[in-house]
């Protein structure tokens, strides 16, 4: 009979899950109200989580509600005990009036699956009033260290990359918030979401030119520097259709005639 009772204590330790090992997704909070946003900024907001568990925490992936919100996180591995933050940034750009969006964050933690919220309301251009002398004066100031870049010879569909340092020389923090072009044929990361004054960040161009011969694309990089928001950048690169082609056609030329 003690056999008996025995067998059964194994088996009910047997069937209890085994929860000690478990990574645990602790955020500090998981949702935000960003309250009036002004249309065109880039409403970003960090959501810093912690491991309270007692293994590895892994993020396996994070999708917005919307192709609007842009998710960011920390992608390696968040020891116990460690920190690590899952970043939403919302385009207002076009999108005056409410909005509440949510952050699907997937990970091997316990909850497996967690959702953050961002919500607020976007004040339309046509609402904004002129910013003050004093807001510009405290404004962030966004200056760059070129405002062109020649890629030289490129071929046609080709993808090219180039970096251009941008300084805040103002006096609170600065934010891109977005970048166009005519083409439609660039597209832009930035080292850091929010640039302190004083600071530095690296924004790298990534240049696929369609059409052939001499081009010289017009880039309007858009930030929340109140003084001077858009600042226009130039990328010039001379195209053709293959460079291959090309350095075939250099080999195949006749040789100059040895002259005795």
């Known amino acids: 009979m003690k056999f008996n009772y025995f067998i059964l204590f194994l088996l009910v330790i047997a069937l209890v899950p085994v929860s000690y090992g478990q990574a645990v997704l602790t955020f500090s909070k998981t949702s935000h109200d960003f309250g009036q946003v002004k249309e065109g900024v880039q409403a970003t907001q ?27 996180w920390t992608k390696d591995p968040v020891l116990p005990g460690k920190k690590g933050k899952v970043t939403a940034s919302y385009n207002s750009n076009g999108r005056p009036g409410m909005f509440n969006k949510s952050i699907t964050v997937v990970s091997n933690a316990e909850p497996a699956t967690l959702v953050l919220t961002i919500q ?36 046609k569909g080709q993808t090219a990359k180039t970096t251009f340092v941008v300084h805040n020389t103002g006096k609170s923090d600065l934010q891109i918030q977005r970048l166009q072009s005519a083409c439609a044929c660039v597209n832009y990361t930035v ?23 001499q081009q ?27 460079l291959s082609s090309q350095s075939v056609l250099k080999e195949q030329k006749p040789a ?3 002259k005795q």
């Open 46 to 72: 960090e959501f810093e989580f912690t491991n309270t568990g007692k293994s590895p925490l892994i993020i396996s992936n994070v999708s917005a509600s919307c192709g609007c919100t842009t998710p960011f």
């Open 191 to 213: 080292s850091k979401n929010s640039i302190a004054p004083g600071e530095q960040a690296t924004l790298e161009l990534t240049y696929r030119p369609r059409n052939l011969e």
């Open 256 to 258: 100059v005639p040895f």
């Open 120 to 155: 607020g309301s976007v004040i339309s251009k046509d609402q904004m009033p002129a910013p003050t002398a004093a807001e510009i004066a405290s404004s962030p100031v966004l200056a760059l260290n070129k405002n062109s870049h020649n890629f030289g010879k490129l071929e």
């Open 216 to 242: 010289n694309e017009a880039v309007s990089l858009t930030s929340n520097d109140l003084k001077n928001p858009v600042i226009s950048l130039t990328l010039q690169a001379q195209v053709v259709e293959s």
